[in-house]
């Protein structure tokens, strides 16, 4: 591919690029340019695929000043969770599973939205979760920090969709995450069962739906179940 095709492309910025369902997304590379930025990643690069490691947000809005000129896809995917129950939470942990699922978006969607209303053109699609909405014991930080982030993608089509930004939620079932492995292979079961296909998902699946709201003007402020009918 040429440089000028190669700086033609949408680029695609996944925070949160070091994740197993992050590092599929290079698949999307033949056309897109995907670059990823992580706090838990050593610098490497996946085939054309870059990733980056960033301790604060300057390297990411380094790397917005660069692209200013194209259209941007915002793809958030970083999340952590520490299951203990209420009673045994700290408000610590509470808090840094909210800022890990949900606040420290904010600072970098505010970098994105400049470049974007410039383009009149943009996306931010919201790697989220379907326990935003079907929590379970232990879930307290994880299932807030996952809802604040659903509201907070409406609020944004609400606000920016008139010029041209979607803004999407994926309310992702069970896929084989770091977290979903950690879990005993009983509950692994349990909640197994509790999805129609008894199954966990593949990563396609997400993709497809990511390059279909890429594509789609008409679809903002939705919440879009990838979950295999989870209950």
Request: with cysteine; glycine share 6%.
């Amino acid at each position: 591919m040429s440089k000028n095709n190669l700086q033609s492309k949408t680029q695609i910025l996944i925070i949160g690029g070091a994740s197993k369902i992050a590092r599929e997304a290079f698949k999307l590379n033949d056309e897109y340019e995907v670059t990823g930025f992580s706090k838990f990643s050593k610098v490497k690069k996946i085939k054309e695929y870059k990733l980056f490691k960033y301790k604060n947000i300057s390297l990411i809005k380094n790397h917005m000043d660069k692209i200013k000129n194209k259209k941007i896809v915002l793809i958030l995917m970083q999340a952590t969770s520490s299951s203990n129950i209420i009673i045994n939470k700290t408000s610590k942990e509470l808090l840094n599973d909210i800022n890990s699922n949900f606040l420290n978006f904010h600072d970098i969607i505010k970098l994105a939205l400049p470049h974007m209303l410039k383009q009149n053109w943009g996306r931010i699609i919201f790697c989220g979760s379907s326990r935003a909405l079907k929590t379970d014991v232990g879930l307290a930080g994880y299932s807030s920090g996952k809802y604040a982030s659903l509201g907070y993608c409406k609020t944004l089509s609400k606000e920016y969709a008139r010029y041209g930004i979607t803004s999407n939620y994926l309310s992702l079932g069970l896929f084989d995450t770091p977290l979903y492995l950690s879990l005993s292979k009983k509950i692994q079961k349990d909640l197994l069962n509790n999805t129609d296909t008894r199954t966990i998902g593949d990563y396609s699946s997400i993709l497809n739906a990511v390059n279909f709201l890429i594509k789609s003007n008409y679809v903002t402020g939705s919440i879009i179940p990838i979950d295999g009918g989870f209950n």
